[in-house]
């Protein structure tokens, strides 16, 4: 069987049969593990769609980012805004934070049209920055450094189920539209168009695509997921500070991403599991110690697998003869006349 071949009954067995199968597994989770458990679950799908906003505009448009974190607090701040001060329903605050993040987004693109690179690295930084400091000064809005808290809604129409339980399925099902929307577009003609414009944008001018739109677009929808993730993440935490969303969370998505691996909605999963997970199991090392481990992986990601740990899912023979070409150029060259051995 050809590499080709291969590759297609892999990618063919994946979206067709281990997808819906690892869903129809997580829809029996909420029965058989504790609540505890079903929140840090529902905390990896949340940042793993914040994680896939962030691929969609740095992996496939190629745009840095470093301020997804301010994002994902705008969608989570407009979400309980709503609630506690309109007593807007939780799915309309949910969709009213993913439209203040899409034309926050609008505007986040347009610096993208005159600048890139490390410029706009630097613009999303400050962004982010800036955010906490920005909740901090409308405290009538915001509830300032206390924040404003809401109830986690429970399950309607007299479900038997813990709000817990109804939370994990509902971030399930909103997981998987944003798989869906994502798998989409990156493999649609617009999204085609992104990937033109990462390699080269004159290439992609030639080609017949609206660089300066899709560059304005690209932003618009990525932060728009962004909110997304946040409104859900913010109803099931509750309570909304400032200090929840600082630049150390722009930061942890973009760890999420490379560790997780770009271009690639597993890697997402991966990642969002991984900055979820490991401080909890570091605890007993320490302050340090979740800061220890993600450098460490950090790392060997780098050093071993550039595409990510997804890399392994998604092309297993290439990590395998990477590791073997490593542990070659480890083995000392033989000089001549010396004894074998």
């Known amino acids: 069987m050809s590499t080709g071949t291969r590759t297609a009954v892999r990618r063919l067995l994946g979206t067709r049969v281990l997808v819906p199968a690892a869903f129809a597994a997580a829809v029996v989770l ?7 458990t079903l929140f840090q679950f529902g905390r990896v799908m949340c940042i793993a ?25 705008l969608g989570a701040y407009t979400t309980v805004i709503f609630i506690h001060h309109l007593s807007v329903p939780y799915p309309l605050a949910v969709v009213a934070g993913v439209i203040v993040c899409f034309a926050v987004g609008l505007l986040l693109g347009l610096p993208a049209l005159r600048i890139r690179g490390m410029t706009l690295g630097l613009v999303t930084i400050a962004a982010a920055i800036l955010f906490p400091a920005v909740l901090k000064a409308v405290p009538d809005l915001t509830g300032g450094v206390f924040g404003l808290g809401l109830q986690p809604p429970g399950a309607p129409l ?7 339980q109804w939370l994990f399925l509902v971030n399930l099902a ?21 990937e033109a414009i990462r390699t080269n944008e004159n290439m992609a001018v030639s080609l017949g695509v609206d660089v300066r739109r899709s560059k304005v ?11 997304f993730a946040g409104g859900l993440y913010q109803l099931g935490i509750g309570t909304a500070t400032p200090d929840t969303f600082t630049f150390t969370l722009s930061l942890t998505l973009l ?41 460490v992986a950090l790392l060997l990601v780098v050093y071993l697998l550039p595409g990510g740990i997804a890399r392994i899912l998604h092309r297993p ?3 395998s003869a990477r590791l073997r070409h490593v542990r070659s150029a480890r083995r000392p060259v033989p000089t001549p006349g010396s004894p074998p051995g």
Not at 30 to 36: A, S
Not at 218 to 227: I, K, M, P, R, Y
Not at 257 to 270: F, H, M, P, Q, Y
Not at 277 to 287: I, K
């Open 30 to 36: 909420p029965f058989v593990v504790q609540d505890y």
């Open 49 to 73: 769609i914040a994680v896939m906003s962030l691929d969609l505009l740095s992996g496939h448009a190629g745009q840095v980012s470093a301020g997804h974190g301010a994002l994902f607090g």
């Open 158 to 164: 007299g479900i038997p189920l813990t709000s817990a």
């Open 174 to 194: 909103c997981l998987a539209v944003a798989l869906v929307i994502v798998q989409n577009l990156v493999h649609s003609r617009f999204g085609h168009g992104l």
């Open 217 to 227: 677009l690209v932003f618009a929808l990525s932060s728009g997921l962004a909110g």
């Open 255 to 295: 760890f999420a991403a490379i560790v997780g691996g770009l271009r690639s909605r597993a890697g997402a999963l991966i990642g969002a599991a991984f900055v979820v997970f490991v401080p909890d199991y570091t605890a007993a090392l320490g302050d340090r110690g979740p800061q220890l481990i993600n450098a």
């Open 317 to 319: 023979a290439e990590v």
